[in-house]
Structure formats: structure tokens, C-alpha cells
């Protein structure tokens, strides 16, 4: 885990007007600019490269999808402008007043017409040194079909020179470096037809590839737009249509049938069907009655219903979401940075070989089609592609994974830790058993209620839920003390209350007495999780709670045994014999027990320094700790649960244990094609330029290469596009 990722995450705003805070703690200052003009991963490469340049930038990360980048700097030493510059430097624009976002919108439609005048000009030419009358020379050597190629030259390579000259402003050589000069050796050698074509192909290519890129950035523009636009509130009894961001906590909303939910909050009145499918990936409605709550995003399929706002604006949990997807897109593979490397010193190699090719062959078409067919445009495309549609995919399914190295690490993972409570059972226990110990089971469980008030763990619930199921009174209490996976103290009423399990109570040296410890053990042996309770340091007597295991939760197992995981354990801060049970139970032979959050953590790092990769599974009560300190953590159920979709790397949205497997398969898929790409994008230009060598000689053959050229950057592309499936 990347220390990025511990502390940078939603610090800042998507405010678009009030976008230049302060981080936390940090002397710089952070500022996102949106911009257009982006059309590959690779720029966006570009545009870090030249911020990178600026004195004072701290860190730049450019957003290719959300189409904006985030800077952090130093006030004293730069400012907003000069990094304004330097997006602006190599060939990008600033879209944030709407004169810049229509300069946008007409150099992408001007990009077109450009190559339609390119394409039809070429045609001409074609036809004219064909078909037309014998060439003779107009002005100097140069018949008509060579004036019409030389207009291609000018209007389709100026993009293209433009590109490289601004590239070699941020000491950069990029593909477009190597096709202009490729371009110009055409020239001063003669070849205008030939160099004509190879631009009108290369800006086809360039808009193929465009057209497949924007399909990637579509489906997750798709995820995002799903946002609530507009909310029907309730304010003095008067109903009004207002826009979903100016709902307020507390407002009351009414959701009407078919009607996408604009905030967080809590039904108050009526129930509906939630489609939850946008944000958990699973479609099949869940029927939410008064009480429950429901999530900005989501679906009404039911009937009218009126709900409390609890989480508004930015606080909605469809805005986490969202920030994190975008965020997500920043964070670079660590493959795609040895690429990255490669990249750099690729586009100079290849000019030395177009030199080293001339000086032998001294064949001026060799070379110049050396140039062109071995631009590593594949290589640069390989890995963000697939990451971006990997991602993609991913959150379509529900499984929402903060960047493009947890896609990797995900894929390599040799080994697993689970966590038991919340996550592979269902968390919702019930109270089976009561054990007194001078009380009645009314008084037992009121103590433990009372305690357990304010408690968010799970046990706690099912106490309450016990108890006013009974209507027992749950009184106020003071000084509300938790020992993390173990217990809780309270004081009521001058007495202290203990709540528990053994381990805490043998801390606190309060002593159990034999039939309470056979009481304990008979129901561990059942495989139930017991609750001391004690007053004034009294034992009062035990409960003990039942859970159930996850519906697929054996078969998930097996599937990820299967996978090939070869270390696959349960951790749990319950008892031993629980653990052992459900360990049992579900077909795990290891099993860590009365683990307590900051034991998780330990075991974490010892299975890491013995050389595993260990992924956790967590729901975030009590391993929010062990979530982040291991390779990848990954959040069960983490939908509605900040905490955990904070702490984990990979956020499963729903309950369903079957996304684990899920989502290691599309990792290791999309590390596959990754793979795929870069094998065959060097491949491809090693053998191309070994081709190039022996067959082209000739004026005309330069074209081929332009067109073997393309063809393995749409390849690449179409092959990371394989994931979206
Ligand atoms: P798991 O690791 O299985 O998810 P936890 O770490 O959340 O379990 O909890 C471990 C144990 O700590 C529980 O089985 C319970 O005995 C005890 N415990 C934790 N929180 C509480 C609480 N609020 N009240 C009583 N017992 C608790
Ligand atoms: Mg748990």
C-alpha cells in the first residue's frame, strides 16, 4: 500500500469554483484545473512530464477520464499561472471559462475536417498522376499531383510538427517527433505522394484510435452521469423541485416511483424497492421499509415513498464513490512506469537505428520507413488501455479498485486472510442463550444493553435489537470506554458495566468462577460467540450470540482454492472454538483466533516478510488496520460504510462474497493482456523493422509501413478493450 494512499485520500473538493485549498497539514497548496484536448492515455503523460518541469510543482496527476488534473504546489515558488503554462505548453487547453471549453470543442471537430480535406486531396493527387494528362512541371521540378501532396503535407503534418516542436519544448522526443522528421526526409528525398499518404494514414489511425478510446472513457463517464440531477423536497409543507445539490441534511424528499434517489437518507414515511445496480452492481431490487436507508444514485422501483436527508453534496455516498473512480484513474500501475521508462529511450533508439539503416543501406525509403513502422505508439498504449477499461469493468461489477497498482497486486495475490465476523457471515448475530449469575436474564441483558449503546460492532446491535424486541428499557450512560476487539465499559449510575469477551475479562482480572467458564465453554463448543457481562468488576453472567455463515461462502472458498491461492485463513477476534468451527464449516484448515486489530496487523507483516502476498478481507469494524496494512484490502459490503470503503484498496459494494473471487479473475484477466500487449508490441516493431530492412527499397513501399504502423496501436487497443466485456 502507497503511503499516497494512507493519507491522499478526498482531501480536496470537486468544487469547480472553489478549487484552490490547502491539503491537510501540508505547507503546499493543490489546485485542479479541467482540461481538453486530451485523446490518449499518453498525454495525459504529457502534461505530468511538463508540470513535472515547473520549479515549485510537487506533484501532478492528470485524470485522463475525468478529464482534469490535480496539482500540489509550493505558493512561495510558483503559481496558478506558470502551471497553467505548462498545460498549455505541449498542444493541451484549459476549459474552464466557456470560450475555452468551445476552443475544445472545434479543435476536436477541426481535427476532422482537417483529414477529410487531407483524405480528398489525396485521392486527387492519386488519381491525377494516373489518370490525368503526362506530368509536366508547373514550378520548379514539381508537377500538379506534387503541389496537391505538399498541401497534404502542410495541412495534415502541421498537428503533427506542431506536436513535436511543442514536445522538444519539455525536452521531450515523442512519436510525433519521429514522424515529422520521418516527414521531412520524405520530402527533401522527393517522396511527396508518399509522404502525403503516410500523414493522411497516420491521422486515420489517430482518429480510429480516438474513437476506441472514447468507447473506454464512455462507460465510465455512463457510471459517473448516473448522478441525481434534480430532488423533489418538502420545506413547510410546500413541495418544490429543487437541484440535488441544494438538498440539505434533514430536508425532506419524496421519491416517486422511477425516480433516482438525489441524496442520502433515511426513509421517514412509506417503503420502496431500491434498485441498487449503479453502485453495488447487483440489479435485483431490495424492498427498504421505514428506517432503513437508502443511497443517492440508487433507483426507486417501488411506490412513492418520503425520506430524511441525512448526507448531502459531497457527503452523499454516490460523491465518494465517484471521487474515488476518477482518483482511481490517476493512480499508475507500477508497469505502466517501467513502460513509461521504456518509452523515453525507445523513441531515441529508434532514430539511431533509422541512422544506423542509412549509413549501411544507403537507401533513404529504408530509413525513413524504419522511422515510422517503429514508433512505440503500442507500447505506450499497452498498459493504461487496459487499466482504464480494467477498472472500468470492475466498477460496473460493483467492485470499485483505487487504482491501476491494486489491479496489479490484486492479480498476484498467493494468499488470503478473512475476516470472519461481517464478512464471511452476515454480521446480523442473535442472542441464543442467556446464562445468569445472581440476575435475572431481564437485568443481564439490560446491563449489557446499556452498555453496548453506543457500540457500533455487531454484537452490540444484535444486544439491542434483543432488547427491544423484549422492550426493555436501554438507559443512558457516561464514560463509554472500547477496548478494540474485545469489549466496551460504561458507567450507569455510579456502577461500572463490563461487557466482553474472555481475553478482556482476564485482563481486567475479574474472575469468572467455574460455571460461568463451563457456561462459556459449552456454548463456544457450539459454536456460539459469547458475551461476558460484569457489574462493578462482578460477573453477572453470559450471553452467547449465533451467527450464519454467508450464503456462497463455501463455494467461494473452493472457487478461490481453486484460483490456485495457496494460503487461504480465517482471522477473527473471537474465540478459538468459533474459529474453529466455522473454519470447519466452510473448508479452511488454518484459522488465527482472538486476534485483536492491531494482532491482524502483526500477522499481516509476518506473512508478508515471509514472502507472501496476502490480500485481507474485511468489513472495517475492528480491521479498518490490518485492511490497510496488507498488499491489497479488500472491503466486503462496503457500500454505505465510509470507513471501510477508506481503509480498503478494492471496495466489494455488495454482500456477495463471490465478488473476491470476481474481482482477483479480472485483475489476473487484465495483468493477462497487459502482458499481451507489451509481448506483442515489441515483437511487432522488432520484426517489422527487421522486414522493413529487406523489403522496402522502393519510393512506394513507404506507405506499408505507415499502415503496419497503425495497425498494431488499433491491435493494442482493441485487445484492452477485450476487459469491457
Ligand atoms: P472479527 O475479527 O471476527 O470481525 P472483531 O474483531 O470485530 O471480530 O471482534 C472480536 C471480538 O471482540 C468479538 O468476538 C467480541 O468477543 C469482542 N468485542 C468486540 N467489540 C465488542 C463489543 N462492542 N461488545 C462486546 N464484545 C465485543
Ligand atoms: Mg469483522
Known amino acids: 500500500m502507497s503511503a499516497q494512499n494512507c493519507c491522499g485520500l478526498p482531501e480536496h473538493t470537486h468544487d469547480k469554483n472553489n478549487n484552490h485549498n490547502q491539503p491537510k497539514g501540508g505547507k503546499g497548496a493543490r489546485v485542479t484545473i479541467p482540461i481538453g484536448g486530451m485523446h490518449c492515455p499518453a498525454c495525459a503523460l504529457n502534461i505530468e512530464k511538463s508540470l513535472n518541469c515547473v520549479s515549485g510543482v510537487i506533484e501532478a496527476n492528470v485524470n485522463f477520464i475525468g478529464e482534469e488534473v490535480t496539482v500540489s504546489y509550493d505558493p512561495h515558488r510558483t503559481d496558478i499561472e506558470h502551471i497553467k503554462r505548462a498545460i498549455v505548453r505541449p498542444g493541451y487547453l484549459i476549459k474552464e471559462t466557456a470560450w475555452e471549453r ?28 494516373h489518370f490525368g494528362p503526362a506530368p509536366h512541371h508547373l514550378v520548379w ?5 506534387d503541389i496537391i501532396s505538399l498541401a497534404v503535407i502542410v495541412i495534415g503534418g502541421y498537428t503533427i510538427l506542431k506536436g513535436a516542436i511543442q514536445a522538444l519544448l519539455v525536452w521531450d522526443v515523442t512519436v510525433f517527433s519521429l514522424v515529422s522528421i520521418a516527414s521531412i526526409a520524405a520530402v527533401v528525398v522527393g517522396a511527396y505522394k508518399e509522404a502525403a499518404m503516410v ?57 416517486k416511483p422511477g425516480a433516482r434517489i438525489p441524496v442520502d437518507g433515511i426513509i421517514i414515511k412509506g417503503e420502496g424497492a431500491i434498485n441498487e445496480s449503479s ?24 411506490n412513492a ?25 490517476t493512480q499508475k500501475a507500477p508497469i505502466q512506469r517501467i513502460a513509461d521508462r521504456y518509452a523515453r529511450y525507445f523513441v531515441p533508439l529508434i532514430l539511431l537505428i533509422a541512422v544506423g539503416v542509412y549509413a549501411a543501406t544507403r537507401n533513404p525509403y529504408t530509413a525513413i520507413t524504419i522511422l515510422i513502422v517503429a514508433c512505440p505508439c503500442a507500447l505506450v498504449l499497452a498498459t493504461p488501455t487496459a487499466v482504464v477499461t480494467g477498472l472500468t469493468n470492475a466498477s460496473r461489477h460493483g467492485i470499485l479498485i483505487k487504482g491501476g497498482q491494486y489491479l496489479e497486486t490484486l492479480g498476484g495475490l498467493n494468499s488470503l486472510l478473512i475476516d470472519k465476523t461481517g464478512t464471511l457471515t452476515s454480521g446480523k448475530l442473535s442472542v441464543t442463550d442467556i446464562v445468569t449469575f445472581d440476575t435475572t436474564e431481564n437485568e443481564l441483558l439490560t446491563l449489557a444493553a446499556t452498555a453496548e449503546r453506543h457500540s457500533e460492532h455487531p454484537i452490540a446491535r444484535a444486544i439491542i435489537r434483543k432488547s427491544e424486541e423484549l422492550k426493555l428499557p436501554i438507559p443512558e450512560s457516561d464514560n463509554f470506554e472500547i477496548f478494540k476487539g474485545s469489549g466496551v465499559r460504561i458507567t450507569y449510575q455510579k456502577t461500572t458495566i463490563l461487557v466482553g469477551n474472555n481475553r478482556l475479562f ?4 475479574i474472575d469468572i468462577g467455574q460455571d460461568i467458564s463451563d457456561a462459556v465453554a459449552g456454548l463456544e463448543n457450539q459454536g456460539k460467540t459469547t458475551l461476558l457481562v460484569a457489574q462493578n468488576n462482578k460477573i453477572c453472567g453470559v450471553i452467547g450470540l449465533s451467527d450464519t455463515l454467508r450464503a456462497n461462502a463455501v463455494d467461494t472458498i473452493r472457487k478461490l482454492k481453486q484460483m490456485g491461492l495457496n494460503k487461504i485463513a480465517l482471522i477473527t477476534g473471537d474465540n478459538q472454538r468459533v474459529a474453529s468451527a466455522v473454519a470447519k464449516e466452510i473448508g479452511i484448515e488454518e484459522y488465527y483466533a482472538q486476534m485483536l486489530p492491531e494482532d491482524k496487523v502483526k500477522k499481516l507483516k509476518e506473512l508478508k516478510e515471509s514472502g507472501f502476498r496476502v490480500g485481507m478481507v474485511g468489513d472495517g469494524v475492528n480491521d479498518a488496520p490490518a485492511l490497510a496494512a496488507s498488499d491489497v484490502g479488500m472491503a466486503m459490503g462496503a457500500f454505505g460504510s465510509d470507513v471501510a470503503i477508506e481503509a480498503a484498496d478494492v471496495s466489494l459494494m455488495s454482500d456477495d462474497l463471490a465478488k473476491i473471487p470476481e474481482a482477483i479473475l479480472l485483475s489476473r484477466r487484465a495483468l493477462g493482456i497487459i502482458r499481451q500487449n507489451f509481448t506483442f508490441a ?3 516493431n522488432i520484426v ?4 522493413v530492412t529487406q523489403l522496402v527499397h522502393e519510393q512506394h513501399n513507404m506507405v506499408w509501413g505507415a499502415v503496419a504502423h497503425q495497425f498494431s496501436s488499433l491491435l493494442v487497443i482493441t485487445n484492452s478493450l477485450r476487459l469491457l466485456r
Open 102 to 129: 468551445a476552443k475544445v470543442f472545434w479543435s476536436e471537430r477541426i481535427f476532422l475536417i482537417q483529414m477529410a480535406v487531407c483524405a480528398l486531396l489525396v485521392i486527387a493527387a492519386n488519381l491525377i498522376a
Open 141 to 145: 521540378k514539381l508537377t500538379l499531383a
Open 199 to 255: 500523414i493522411l494514414i497516420m491521422l486515420i489511425g489517430e482518429t480510429l484510435e480516438r474513437v476506441a478510446l472514447r468507447k473506454s472513457r464512455n462507460a465510465i463517464t455512463k457510471l459517473l452521469n448516473l448522478a441525481p440531477i434534480s430532488a423533489i423536497v418538502k420545506r413547510d409543507g410546500i413541495e418544490s423541485e429543487i437541484s440535488a445539490d441544494a438538498v440539505r441534511p434533514d430536508d425532506v424528499v419524496i421519491i
Open 279 to 302: 453502485l453495488t452492481g447487483e440489479s435485483l431490487p431490495a424492498d427498504k421499509k421505514e428506517g432503513a436507508t437508502v443511497y443517492s444514485g440508487t433507483i426507486n422501483e417501488g
Open 305 to 329: 415513498f418520503e425520506m430524511k436527508a441525512t448526507k448531502t453534496g459531497d457527503d452523499t455516498s454516490f460523491a465518494l464513490i465517484k471521487r474515488l473512480i476518477l482518483e482511481a484513474e
Open 506 to 509: 482476564s485482563e481486567q482480572q
Open 682 to 684: 515489441i515483437v511487432y
Open 688 to 691: 517489422m523493422m527487421f522486414l
